[in-house]
């Protein structure tokens, strides 16, 4: 698990609690089913409206991946390939076939495949940045469903506060009978009914402003992270095997593949 995600996650809603309780507030008043009802479900609804059905569907698939801490290793991908790259020079490419079904990541078993079948390496490299492009499209669509969702949960809480208010104003008018006395006292309870169902429509733009900031905004952030991180491993493989097609020397490519690494890795390693 991302342990960050859950303990920013816990950082922000604590906050939230002790910002309510330092104020003498309630924390029961705060919850309210009917709006949370109109941010997320008026939030998927649109997002229904935006998206096919078969790309909302990922979005349980996509919050996995947000709490899903990530393995990549830079190192383990390089010397993997530079282990490739002394087989490939003793014994030829055509070796490494059987290595194949060995290899874990699908993008690396099937760029190895085709450096094995391909002797062009300006097709085999076309190929893989074209696998690289759709992946990275992929990962966008992804992105986008939750930067749209940051966008819509506002929207739907002023829509829901804007509803709450409507329904309050329209209610709030003079029955009172004859007499001074009377009419003062109706309109004085009026006010006070008005006052507290006012403060109930704003949980509906609080919700909105929740969700957007600490919820959907945040996991779009994440997700574009670890999207960048393994396009970057992607890289390197792709250098990798390019080098292997080439019969590089595996120690030049290693220097080649370690630039990729950040700087503090390296250290580390030495």
């Known amino acids: 698990m991302d342990l960050s995600t859950a303990f920013g996650l816990i950082i922000g809603l604590g906050l939230i609690v002790l910002a309510i309780l330092g104020k003498q507030g309630d924390i029961s008043s705060f919850l309210d089913p009917s709006s949370i009802a109109i941010v997320l479900g008026g939030t998927f609804a649109a997002t229904l ?17 947000v709490f899903r801490k990530s393995n990549l290793s830079h190192q383990r991908v390089i010397s993997e390939l530079v282990d490739k790259a002394e087989k490939s020079r003793k014994t ?4 490494l076939e059987n290595d194949l079904g060995n290899i874990d990541d699908k993008f690396l078993r099937s760029g190895l495949e085709l450096a ?5 390496s300006s097709r085999l490299r076309n190929y893989l940045e074209l696998e690289l492009s759709n992946i990275d499209r992929r990962h966008n ?20 506060t804007v509803l709450g208010l409507i329904i309050m104003m329209s209610g709030f008018g003079g029955t009172g009978d004859s007499g001074m006395g009377a009419v003062d006292f109706d309109v004085a309870k009026k006010f006070e009914e008005l006052l507290g169902g006012m403060g109930l429509a704003l949980i509906t733009t609080f919700y909105g402003v929740l969700f957007s900031n600490l919820l959907f905004l945040p996991m779009a952030g994440k997700l574009k992270r670890k ?8 890289d390197i493989m792709v250098e990798g095997i390019i080098g292997i097609h080439a019969k590089d020397h595996p120690i ?16 580390e390693e030495e």
């Open 49 to 65: 409206v935006n998206y096919p059905i078969k790309n909302v569907l990922k979005i349980i698939k996509l919050t996995g991946q």
């Open 92 to 95: 030829g490419i055509m070796s």
């Open 116 to 120: 094995i079948n391909e002797r062009d």
């Open 141 to 160: 669509l992804g992105q986008e469903i939750f930067l749209y969702m940051g966008a819509y949960a506002p929207a739907f809480g002023l829509l829901g």
């Open 227 to 234: 999207s960048e991180e393994e396009l970057m491993m992607k």
């Open 252 to 267: 030049i490519l290693r220097e080649k593949l370690m630039t990729f690494v950040p700087q503090r890795e390296r250290l």
